[in-house]
């Protein structure tokens, strides 16, 4: 989005420099209710009466949008944290029988600023009894799609600038049967908010959604990724959620998205049928 992030945030700096000095001998305890800090300051409250269009997201504005789409050259996207390889031989292995051995619920951005170390967290989608990629053969190279998502207030001016990417590899196979993933990943690229925001997104693979929708013999893995945003400001919070579902043969596609109207077709994806009914999945 070619348009300047902080479109007016300039006057709110110019007014807080101008009004902190009637702030600067309010008491510690004049600032704490439970003991810990608001999530807003006395300051902010006081703006968003006087400006509103500031403090309030446009909903008409806030959009997802997909960036690009290319091969990764190898998996650095992420730092897989698995248990030593070891010899499978003994090992019962079911391979039309899917887990994840990895994340299942882990945070993006907090904050507003991308979590510490977020290139270890990540989802897989192994045999029964596989624990690391390298037990699996034939992976493919990364596929990685390229996300930018924005929010402007009433003004006009962008609040939210973040950039992501939605990374997995696939094609793994067991003794030449399946195809599996691993390093299922979100990565943020850019989180800009400006002042008098928050902005925080969470990714989630509810063990619901992964599935074989292959064969016994021959299984393809499948899984969804829920990516969910939290914009709030002193006035209002916003959530938004997204799904994405991703196949062992490099398959992928957005299923389920707040941003862009109605959620798009998923009774024809046979993993996505669960999201029909939310309460079994989340």
Not at 61 to 72: N, Q, Y
Not at 208 to 215: A, R, W, Y
Request: hydrophobic share 40%; aromatic share 12%.
């Amino acid at each position: 989005m070619n348009k300047t992030l902080y479109g007016i945030t300039a006057l709110f700096s110019f007014l807080f420099l101008c009004r902190q000095s009637s702030f600067a001998q309010e008491s510690a305890d004049d600032r704490l209710t439970d003991g810990t800090p608001p999530a807003f300051s006395d300051l902010e409250r006081d703006l968003s009466h006087t400006s509103p269009g500031y403090f309030t997201v446009n909903p008409k504005s806030v959009s997802v949008k997909l960036l690009s789409v290319t091969d990764a050259p190898d998996m650095t996207y992420v730092r897989l944290k698995e248990e030593p390889p070891k010899d499978l031989n003994g090992v019962l292995v079911t391979v039309d029988s899917i887990v994840n051995v990895a994340s299942k619920l882990w945070q993006i951005v907090h904050d507003n600023a991308a979590v510490p170390n977020i290139e270890s967290k990540y989802a897989t989608a192994y045999p029964q009894g596989v624990t690391s990629a390298s037990q699996l053969t034939q992976w493919s190279r990364p596929k990685v799609y390229s996300y930018g998502f924005y929010a402007e207030n009433l003004y006009g001016g962008v609040m939210i600038d973040c950039s992501y990417k939605v990374a997995f590899t696939y094609d793994g196979s067991y003794k030449g049967k399946g195809k599996f993933l691993t390093g299922v990943a979100v990565i943020p690229t850019v989180a800009q908010v400006a002042w008098g925001y928050n902005f925080s997104m969470t990714a989630a693979v509810p063990d619901s959604t992964i599935t074989n929708v292959g064969t016994e013999a021959d299984p393809v893995a499948a899984l969804q990724l829920k990516l969910t945003w939290k914009m709030s400001t002193v006035l209002k919070e916003f959530d938004g959620t997204s799904v994405y579902y991703v196949q062992g043969d490099g398959y992928y596609k957005e299923i389920a998205t707040p941003w862009k109207g109605e959620p798009k077709t998923i009774g024809s994806v046979k993993a996505a049928l669960p999201l029909l009914d939310p309460l079994k999945v989340f």
